[in-house]
């Protein structure tokens, strides 16, 4: 099992940069994908990044352009920098992994396809 820890979550004013980060721990070995899903209340759980294991990134439409995802293999940490932020990216954001090679790693995180490891979550709250 891959246990999975969130940091960087804060509360930031309309404009602000953030960037989090989300270290694993645990069997890693199978750990090919990890992802950011960001859950604001009463809405569904939406996939914001991934970054496969070699290198096959994704980044949603609602945030491209605006939000970074990169990853340090030798740490098994992935971070998801953000900038120009607005009230709406106001959620708790999640990191997740699971298997997923190659573009199913894009794929699964776009459609959040099942990842069987989450992390707590850490809150970014962006006030206009």
């Known amino acids: 099992q891959v246990r999975l820890m969130e940091s960087g979550g804060d509360s930031v004013q309309t404009g602000g940069n953030l960037t989090l980060s989300c270290v694993a721990s645990?069997?890693?070995?199978?750990?090919?994908?990890m992802a950011w899903f960001r859950q604001a209340p009463g809405k569904e759980r939406e996939g914001v990044a991934s970054f496969e294991r070699n290198g096959v990134t994704f980044v949603a439409d609602s945030v491209k352009g605006r939000f970074t995802v990169s990853r340090d293999n030798a740490k098994n940490t992935v971070f998801l920098q953000m900038a120009s932020l607005k009230p709406e990216d106001t959620a708790n954001y999640y990191c997740?992994?699971?298997?997923?090679?190659?573009?199913?790693?894009?794929?699964?995180?776009?459609?959040?396809?099942?990842?069987?490891?989450w992390g707590q979550g850490t809150q970014v709250t962006v006030s206009s």
């Open positions: 997740a992994a699971d298997g997923f090679q190659s573009v199913a790693c894009a794929r699964a995180t776009k459609y959040n396809l099942g990842f069987s490891d």
């Open positions: 645990g069997y890693t070995a199978n750990m090919h994908c």
